[in-house]
Structures are given as C-alpha cells and as structure tokens.
C-alpha cells in the first residue's frame, strides 16, 4: 500500500516561489500507471484541484493558477513536487497531494479510479 | 471549465436518517463524477468513484447515482462518524463547494 505525505515551508513572504514536495512510500508499490495531484483547501473553503503529474510525464494545470504552476518529478527519491510563483495572502491553505491509479486496461480513461491516497496535507500561510 | 454545485451547502440530520447530497455539472460528464468525505485535521477520503462505483472499504451504506449532469450521494442509515464534508469531484478537476452533514 503506498503512503504519500506532503512537504513545504509553513510560512512564505508574498510575491516568493511555494515548493512542495510529495513523498510517496510503501511495500510493493510501483509508481507505473500512476499520477500524482496537488489539492488545496484555503481556511473555511473548498477543495480546489491545482495540478496533476502523470508519471508518463504528462502534467495538468488549473486554468486560473496554470501560469504560475509548474510541476515535476524526482524519480530517485519518489517525490512529485509542485511549484508556485507570485505568492499572494490568497494563497493561504493546506496543500495535499493524493493519487489516481490509472486502469490496466488502456481503453478505461485514466482518472476512472478517482483519488484513492492522500497525504495529510501540509499548511502554509502566506503572510509578510 | 466546468461548474460543480452541490446542494444544500450544509444539513442537519439525525443517526439514523436517509440523508441525500446533490451534485450538479455545467456540462455533461458522463459518469466521471467521485465523492469524497472529509472531516477536520483529516486527508479527504474517497468513497464512490465513477459515479455509483463503491471505494472498497467504504461501507454499503453510502452509494451514488447519476450520469450526464445530476448525480446524487445517498447516506442511508447515518452514523455517528459520518458527520463530514461532502465533495463531489468532476473527472479529475473541479471540486464542488461542498455539503456540511451536522449534527440535528
């Protein structure tokens, strides 16, 4: 079973770049059909989806963040990590990062199986 | 992009009780439609993918119906650990905003 745990600095100075890193562990897992997105939920609101890294090395962005989003993946150390530029007091929130195994079968579009891991998220605030 | 909304934003209700979520999309999206829960200091969890597909582990009484634009999460026979958030989640995007299941 595979775990994922977030990583990141709690506090970030507005207009700096935000990295953080997924980590991903466990007893036989393959990081094969897999893909790796980064959520985030700001204090009293909703989830919002950000990014998704296909481990093909296929990447999604949000259309309203996509300019200031890059995402990428450090295959030695298991790791996924997200980037964002331009930090705002809006960017505020818990960052989670959380797993689609794609299907086997190639005709099944890769999302079907939905987020089924999530790390615990890590929080950062945003904040001179 | 597409527009997720849930209905109610929040709800009272009962151990016991039928409780039914709404989620409705801008645009078709077939069956790419999940549901998760969350709670507090917790990762959100998935409970139906596919729209009506049970997550395993989840127990029976949660189950989703739906297809093209209107789906629905039923909670039938709430428990006292199912006091939650309730997202719905367009294919892999779009989170709705959210239902609030408290305590009546």
């Known amino acids: 079973q595979v775990t994922l745990r977030e990583s990141g600095p709690a506090l970030v100075k507005p207009t700096q770049t935000l990295t953080v890193t997924c980590t991903f562990s466990g007893r036989s897992f393959s990081t094969n059909g897999m893909c790796v997105n980064w959520i985030r939920q700001p204090p009293g609101k909703a989830l919002e989806w950000l990014a998704l890294?296909?481990?093909?090395?296929?990447?999604y962005y949000t259309t309203s963040l996509k300019t200031r989003l890059s995402i990428s993946k450090d295959t030695s150390k298991n790791q996924v990590v997200l980037k964002m530029t331009d930090l705002d007091p809006a960017d505020t929130a818990t960052y989670y990062c959380?797993?689609?195994?794609?299907?086997?079968?190639?005709?099944?579009?890769?999302?079907?199986?939905?987020?089924?891991?999530w790390g615990q998220g890590t929080t950062v605030t945003v904040s001179s | 992009d597409i527009q997720m909304t849930q209905s109610p934003s929040s709800l009272s209700a009962s151990v016991g009780d039928r409780v039914t979520i709404s989620c409705r999309a801008s645009q078709s999206i077939s069956a790419h439609l999940n549901w998760y829960q969350h709670k507090p200091g917790q990762a959100p969890k998935l409970l139906i993918y596919?729209?009506?597909n049970l997550q395993s582990g989840v127990p029976s009484r949660f189950s989703g119906t739906g297809s093209g634009t209107h789906f629905t999460l039923t909670i039938s026979n709430l428990q006292p650990e199912d006091f939650a958030t309730y997202y719905c989640?367009?294919?892999?995007?779009?989170f709705g905003q959210g239902t609030k299941v408290e305590v009546k």
């Open positions: 596919a729209a009506s």
């Open positions: 959380a797993r689609i195994k794609k299907p086997r079968e190639a005709a099944t579009i890769f999302y079907y199986y939905g987020m089924d891991v």
């Open positions: 890294f296909d481990w093909d090395d296929d990447k």
């Open positions: 989640q367009e294919t892999y995007r779009t």
